[in-house]
């Protein structure tokens, strides 16, 4: 099989047949789940356990992207920043793990530090997230 990336596409030509398959990694958060998902295409890769906004700062749902990425951003945000297309809101580590499995954040999503290293190295900026209750 040979693998050939285009921008956030990876094409996978089969042979001897040389089909072609469209894959695609994206995100599913389930805020009242606190769940992150990653899929590739329509197959799970993973779910990671997050933190999502309180009442009063919810985590906005929608279809984002994310549009840059910032190692050891300081402040509250962990180890990995990974900033949405919604301004001010993003994918992030957590200097609180304790928060993981809350509504106690003014509206990101918190990973524990090593689940937002390990994503993020998964994702290339422009990957789909898609956040509802």
Not at 39 to 52: A, H, M, S, T
Not at 82 to 87: D, P, T, V
Request: proline residues 6%; hydrophobic residues 40%; charged residues 20%.
């Amino acid at each position: 099989m040979l693998f050939k990336q285009v921008s956030l596409i990876t094409f996978a030509f089969i042979q001897p047949k040389k089909e072609l398959v469209l894959i695609v990694k994206w995100i599913d958060v389930s805020v009242l789940k606190h769940q992150l998902k990653l899929f590739d295409g329509n197959r799970l890769i993973k779910i990671y356990p997050i933190g999502v906004g309180r009442i009063l700062t919810p985590t906005p749902d929608g279809t984002y992207t994310i549009i840059n990425k910032q190692r050891n951003p300081g402040g509250p945000f962990g180890v990995f920043w990974m900033g949405l297309s919604k301004r001010h809101y993003g994918i992030h580590g957590t200097n609180n793990p304790s928060s993981i499995g809350k509504h106690a954040s003014h509206g990101c999503i918190r990973m524990h530090n090593r689940d937002v290293l390990e994503l993020s190295a998964q994702v290339p900026i422009g990957t789909k997230v898609t956040i509802h209750r």
